[in-house]
């Protein structure tokens, strides 16, 4: 395809507003270095929806025309879903008492959920004072909470010694008949209590009310100065996460306090809703309401600021910085600049003309030292991630029953592991007397995805590198497409793998004896179209990142070529300036940053087309926690609840789980032969097989799989039964990492092609239900999956509605939660230009559906049902087409309010902007917030045109703005 390409389709829907976007901030892309023809392409990538995290009940307000919607008295709350809030050093920490407050929300099942962690800093060798130190004051488990001050082992399975902090609150004199549980999906206030002078007692409220104590004996200081994390336990100081250990859930209102207080004073301000608390005990206070001042215009928030006056405030996202020296190499200065990184990213969302054959990529890089702790054992650092697609040829005949186009999460992938497994039972054939560890191994994953697929993609290679210091080295690595022969150089010195895996065959051989057969993936495909991120695994397209693997190091001088290299040439070139020209030189990037971006250098020949470099520049960005409008319980001075959030043009969403039904029986015109489902999507659970779509048309395994999509996941799709074989029954992709998604999926029957998209990207393609016809007058549940008619749902205990016993539930729970809107279901398959278009209207970017106007036209003939989630009271959700296929909800429903924000610097004047000259400069007439500096004159038009007073005589577009009180005639107060 010649350059330049279409616009590339949107990304997932990130409706944070004030967060960075999928690796792009809309404040940068609006100030480009030099003339860019990408500027407003990527623009598309600042969408401007985030939706409030809370139930409303009964009759809201109505919808302001064109007006961004309006916080409620709650303001904004956090959403963690396995990423990091955290202060370091946190010289305020309390010594002798504190109490801990924080209101959370909270539905996740599989994890145990550490809600705040404290860890000191020591220098000590014992391993039990070093886990104490971690452990220094942590809240953690969420479905059995409890409280800990200074252990080294938070929980023990036996414990017949009872060593463990939870053995404390199981000897304690008062403690809890249950459980504390409090994962049920509802907000509750949490407050901890710990006093030194009282036999270090430790108390845990739970919406005032106290529901367990313990007297640990502990009642040593907490040192002051060390490392406070929301969201996560550390094993280490100020990392060492785990999954397994991540909170995923809503938090606001948190408060850590220099005293023990009451249960009265608890109960006297735990809903409290005001500015600040006046205080001098109070250390901290994160509101998260950082966002109320930005008038509805998506803005970029780095911190929550801290209302208690001691300006403790938390980062809640972190950019790679520009590292003080150079790449050093044994005491010489190399000119190479380097990024230090510390669980953040330098990514491009888009990146264009990737070597999709031959390829060696090559950089320098740096980590901290490994230690023989066990908590740095159990690391992973990741550095270089592509993610593409196996695009496939679009026969569905020749594929041995795998699918035919497969998203490749590890399209290229290279990291580094601490894990020693030797001894550990999964390399029987090598000994200590073969290796002398794993630790420090560099793992290496081409055109692989290891979920879903049958396996088929499941390639990756590990070379035992020893990479134990903190000294800069050399990585580069090579991968011939024909063989594929896959090679490390360490430092210019090659090594031989130990450990491989080649389509989910599996082989181990010491490096002493030969090592395993080098060869992965040969002869796979992938599309030279991906998105490319440093420091973070892409577990879905630019995002699904996890803290437990984000890069803690440095980076230097990427170059990657379309070809495999020589080891002498890398041998040779590694320590040198490259001039840009040399033969087979694809990328450049040598990590001089600026305007928080890292320039490509070199243009890009691909297919015989030339890229231009700046294209594949890459954006500097973090992985955060992000801001949502909160349905808090708080209330006024007065004792009433605090005000509920008012919808913006984009009106309501709908959140589901295991606790609604959302129905239609007797479903009438469903497609037959033609389908295209499509929707928005946000859900941050990772314990379920989420089901989106359920239509049934008959019993258990004779028709109630008519047509479903399921495990959001890993995502598998269902037509007349057809769920395909273990080959290709998951597709390897999920949309579960708290982000906003567009999912669709579109089948014939004629050919059985199934296609899934995500975010506009065709991401697998399948064969379904060849040949057959989907009935009409059967049942629609939207959130539970049907295995009879209206019912026999697979939930968990204590779900609603007709649920199946727990020993049939062959699949564990599949139903869905979390919030969906803009469903549409079309008797056609929709193109994927076709697909790309809605998705722009959906967020009001297109020319005929803009933010006054989001959505499409209902009355699109194709259309069979259009379901937008509109209400925002009652138990209806109306089909917008009039063809009558509304759903009806069985019990309260938890309409949710979308955040509906302008994009400042689009060049359209929307919202609250009083202009958009469309960049976020000042000095220029519209300021960097779209506001009309004093002294100038902006016309509405798209983009405004800004001019002094007598710059011009003739004001066009439909109106101006004016600042500083200069206007010859008065401006509107709102452009609309």
């Known amino acids: 395809v010649p350059f330049p ?46 939706v409030a995290v809370a139930m409303v009940l009964g009759v809201v307000a109505g919808m302001a025309s064109a007006d961004p919607s309006i916080p409620g008295g709650a303001g904004y709350a956090l959403l963690f879903s ?95 008949d249950q459980k504390i549980d409090i994962s049920d999906g509802q907000w509750h206030h949490l407050a901890v209590t710990w006093s030194a002078s009282k036999k270090g007692r430790t108390v845990v409220y739970i919406d005032g009310m106290k529901r367990a104590e313990s007297e640990t004996g502990i009642t040593r200081p907490i040192k002051p100065g060390g490392a406070l994390v929301l969201g996560a336990d550390q094993d280490c100081y100020n990392g060492c996460f785990e999954k397994e250990q991540a909170y995923y859930g809503m938090m606001d209102e948190v408060r850590i306090w220099s005293k023990e207080l009451t249960q009265t004073e608890i109960l006297k301000n735990f809903r409290y809703s005001g500015d600040r608390l006046e205080d001098r005990d109070l250390v901290a206070y994160w509101k998260f309401d950082d966002l109320m001042g930005d008038r509805g215009i998506m803005t970029t928030h780095y911190q929550a600021k801290d209302s208690s006056g001691r300006n403790n405030n938390l980062n809640v996202m972190t950019m790679p910085k520009q590292a003080e020296d150079n790449v050093l190499r044994s005491g010489r200065d190399l000119g190479f600049p380097a990024l230090d990184f510390q669980n953040n990213y330098a990514m491009n969302a888009y990146h264009q003309g990737m070597p999709n054959e031959d390829i060696t990529v090559e950089f320098w890089s740096k980590t901290p030292k490994v230690s023989d702790a ?28 795998y699918a035919d186009a497969v998203f490749m999460d590890d399209a290229i992938l290279i990291e580094k592991y601490n894990n020693d497994y030797i001894g550990s039972g999964w390399l029987p054939q090598i000994t200590t007397r073969d290796m002398k560890s794993t630790v420090g191994t560099i793992s290496v994953h081409i055109n692989a995805n290891r979920q879903g697929n049958g396996y088929k993609f499941d390639n990756w290679i590990d070379f035992a590198v020893d990479w134990t210091d903190n000294d800069w080295h050399h990585i580069a690595v090579s991968w011939r497409k024909s063989t594929g022969e896959t090679r490390l150089y360490f430092d210019g010195k090659e090594y031989k793998p130990f450990w491989k895996s080649d389509k989910h065959s599996v082989a181990h051989k010491s490096p002493t004896k030969g090592g395993v057969d080098p060869h992965i993936a040969a002869g796979t495909e992938r599309t030279g179209s991906g998105s490319l991120v440093l420091g973070q695994n892409q577990e879905c397209f630019a995002g699904c990142f996890s803290p437990t693997n984000g890069f803690h190091g440095s980076m230097a001088d990427l170059r990657i070529w379309n070809k495999v290299r020589s080891g002498s040439d890398i041998q040779r070139d590694m320590e040198r300036r490259l001039g840009g020209s040399e033969d087979g030189l694809a990328f450049h990037y040598e990590f001089r940053t600026y305007d928080s971006i890292i320039e490509n250098s070199v243009d890009t020949d691909y297919n015989g087309q030339s890229i231009p470099k700046y294209i594949n520049n890459l954006k500097l960005g973090g992985s955060g926690p992000t801001w949502h409008l909160s349905y808090c319980p708080l209330e006024r001075a007065d004792g009433q609840p605090v005000e509920l959030p ?130 009409s007058g059967g049942t629609l549940v939207i959130g539970r999956e049907q295995d009879c008619l209206g019912g026999c749902f697979d939930s968990d205990e204590g779900a609603k509605g007709d649920t199946q016993a727990k020993e049939v539930n062959e699949y564990g729970s599949e139903d869905f ?57 009652g138990y209806n959700v109306i089909d917008a087409t009039g063809n009558g296929h509304d ?53 509405l038009e798209r983009p405004s045109v800004c001019s002094r007073p007598g710059d011009h005589k003739d004001y066009s577009g439909g109106g101006s703005s004016s600042g500083g009180g200069a206007s010859p005639a008065p401006a509107p107060h709102h452009p609309r």
């Not at 020591?122 to 953690?140: I, K, L, M, Q």
């Not at 469309?918 to 300021?927: K, V």
């Open 887 to 939: 759903l009806r909800m069985s019990f309260i429903p938890q309409w949710r309010v979308v955040n509906w924000l302008s994009i400042c610097g689009n060049g359209i004047v929307e919202g609250a902007e009083e202009c958009d000259d469309g960049n976020q400069n000042d000095g220029d007439g519209c300021d960097h917030t779209c506001r009309t500096e004093p002294g100038w004159f902006c016309t």
């Open 817 to 873: 939660f979390g919030m969906i809107e803009e469903m549409r279901l079309w008797k056609v398959v929709r193109t994927k230009a076709e697909i790309n278009q809605g998705m722009r209207a959906d967020d009001g970017l297109s020319k005929k559906h803009g933010y006054d106007n989001p959505g499409l036209d209902p009355n699109h003939p194709d259309l069979v049902a259009y379901w937008k989630f509109d209400a925002g009271n």
């Open 374 to 401: 066990t908590e740095d054992r159990n690391m992973y650092q990741e550095l270089f991630s592509f993610a593409a697609v196996k695009r496939g040829n679009g026969d569905l005949s020749d594929d041995g029953g």
């Open 5 to 50: 390409p279409p616009p590339p389709p949107l990304p997932p829907r990130d409706r944070r507003g004030a967060d960075v976007v999928r690796g792009f901030h809309c404040w940068a892309l609006l100030k480009p270095r030099r003339a860019n023809p990408t500027r407003a392409m990527k623009m598309m990538l600042c969408l401007r929806r985030v």
């Open 646 to 775: 008012r919808p913006g043009t984009a009106g309501y969403a709908l959140e589901l789980d295991d606790q609604q039904v959302l129905m239609l029986e007797n479903f009438q015109n469903f497609p037959s032969h033609a389908v295209t489902l499509e929707f928005w999507m946000w859900s941050a659970d990772k314990c379920r097989k989420g089901s989106p779509f359920s239509y049934a048309t008959g019993g258990y395994e004779k028709a109630d799989n008519s047509f479903l999509l399921f495990d959001y996941n890993d995502w598998g799709v269902a037509v007349m039964e057809d769920e395909g074989s273990y080959k290709d029954h998951h597709s390897g992709i999920s949309a579960t990492d708290g982000q906003w998604h567009h999912i669709a999926v579109t089948w014939e029957s004629r050919t059985g092609e199934t296609i899934l998209y995500e975010d506009g990207r065709r991401v697998w393609t399948a064969k379904r239900g060849e040949g057959k016809t989907i009935p």
């Open 82 to 176: 396995d990423n990091v809030a955290t202060v370091e050093p946190f010289h305020d920490m309390p010594t002798n008492e504190l109490t801990f407050e924080a209101w959370v929300r909270t539905s996740d099942k599989c994890h145990t959920g550490a809600i705040v962690s404290y860890a000191e800093k020591t220098d000590s060798s014992d391993t039990n004072e070093r886990v104490a130190a971690a452990n220094s004051f942590v809240v953690w488990d969420i479905k059995d909470l409890i409280a800990c001050r200074g252990y080294a082992m938070l929980d023990r399975i036996p414990d017949p010694e009872n060593k463990s902090c939870r053995s404390a609150y199981k000897k304690s004199k008062e403690k809890a």
